[in-house]
C-alpha cells in the first residue's frame, strides 16, 4: 500500500536530496516530488494529487507563503507543513495564516519530521516547541472581528471549539465532556466544516482573532 504522497520543496538541492532520505525511510510516506520553488510547487500540485507539501520560506520567483495561500485555494485537500531555517515571528504568523497546518525548523529530529508529516496528513497540526506560544502571542495583538463568529455551532460544538482553541486532545475533551471518542472526532469535523477551518492550530488562530479564549465567549 503507497504511504502519503509528498513534495518537497526547498531551493537547497542537497537539503531536498537529505528529506527525500529521511523521509522514504518511513513505509508511512512516499515522496513523489522535489522542486527548487513555490511556483514549481503550485504548478505540480496543480497535475497531481498530494497530501503534503514540505515547504521552504524563503525561495526565488515565489516564496512559501505565497506558494502556500495558492496550495489552499486550488487544492483545499492538500496540507503544507513549513520546514523553515527561520523561526521570526512574522514569518512564522504569516505562514499559518496563508493556511499552513505546520511549522518546523530545519533543526527538527529525523523521526520528528516524519511523524509530522503524517501528522499533517491525517489531519492534525504540528509545530515546533516555541512556534505555538509565538503563534498564539502575536495573534491577540490583531484587531478583534467578532460578528457572527460561532453563528452555526451548536452549544455542544461551541464547548467542543473552546476546548480545541486551548489546545486540548481529543481524550482530553472527551474526559472534559464525557463524550465517547467517535462523539468528539464527529463534533470536531462538525466544528471545522461549519467554520470553514483547515485544522486545529487554525481554530487557535480563530478563536484569538476574533477575541473568544480568555474573554468569557467561550465556555471553559
Same mark, same amino acid.
Given at each position: 500500500? =503507497? ?5 518537497? *520543496?526547498?531551493?537547497?538541492? /542537497?537539503?531536498?536530496?537529505s528529506?527525500?532520505? *529521511? ?9 513523489? !516530488?522535489?522542486?527548487?520553488?513555490g511556483?514549481?510547487?503550485? &504548478?505540480?500540485?496543480?497535475? !497531481? ?7 521552504d ?18 487544492a ?13 515571528? &512574522?514569518?512564522?504568523?504569516a505562514?499559518?495564516?496563508a493556511?499552513?497546518?505546520g ?12 511523524q ?17 506560544a509565538?503563534? /498564539? ?18 452549544p455542544? &460544538? *461551541? ?5 480545541l482553541?486551548?489546545?486540548? =486532545?481529543?481524550? &482530553? ?5 464525557v ?7 464527529? !463534533? ?5 466544516q461549519?467554520?470553514?477551518l483547515?485544522?486545529?492550530? !487554525? ?9 473568544? *479564549? ?7
Amino acid at each position: 500500500m =503507497s504511504g502519503f504522497r509528498v513534495m518537497l *520543496v526547498d531551493d537547497q538541492e /542537497l537539503l531536498r536530496a537529505s528529506l527525500r532520505t *529521511v523521509l522514504s525511510a518511513d513505509e508511512r510516506i512516499e515522496v513523489t !516530488h522535489d522542486v527548487a520553488d513555490g511556483l514549481d510547487a503550485v &504548478e505540480v500540485v496543480r497535475r !497531481h494529487r498530494l497530501d503534503v507539501v514540505l515547504m521552504d520560506i524563503r525561495m526565488p520567483r515565489m516564496d512559501g507563503v505565497a506558494a502556500t495561500a495558492e496550495i489552499v485555494r486550488i487544492a483545499p485537500a492538500t496540507r503544507v507543513l513549513m520546514l523553515s531555517t527561520f523561526d521570526d515571528d &512574522e514569518l512564522v504568523v504569516a505562514a499559518i495564516r496563508a493556511g499552513a497546518s505546520g511549522y518546523l525548523t530545519k533543526d527538527v529530529r529525523p523521526a520528528a519530521l516524519a511523524q509530522a508529516v503524517c501528522d499533517v496528513a491525517g489531519g492534525t497540526s504540528a509545530l515546533a516547541p516555541g512556534v505555538a506560544a509565538t503563534v /498564539l502571542d502575536l495573534v491577540r495583538r490583531v484587531p478583534v472581528r467578532r460578528a457572527a463568529a460561532l453563528e452555526g455551532l451548536s452549544p455542544r &460544538e *461551541v464547548e467542543v471549539f473552546g476546548l480545541l482553541a486551548r489546545g486540548r =486532545s481529543n481524550s &482530553e475533551i472527551c474526559g472534559e465532556l464525557v463524550l465517547s471518542d467517535n462523539t468528539v472526532k464527529s !463534533h470536531v469535523r462538525a466544528v471545522l466544516q461549519k467554520l470553514d477551518l483547515r485544522d486545529r492550530v !487554525h481554530v487557535v488562530i480563530y478563536a484569538y482573532e476574533n477575541g473568544l *479564549v480568555g474573554r468569557g465567549e467561550i465556555p471553559s
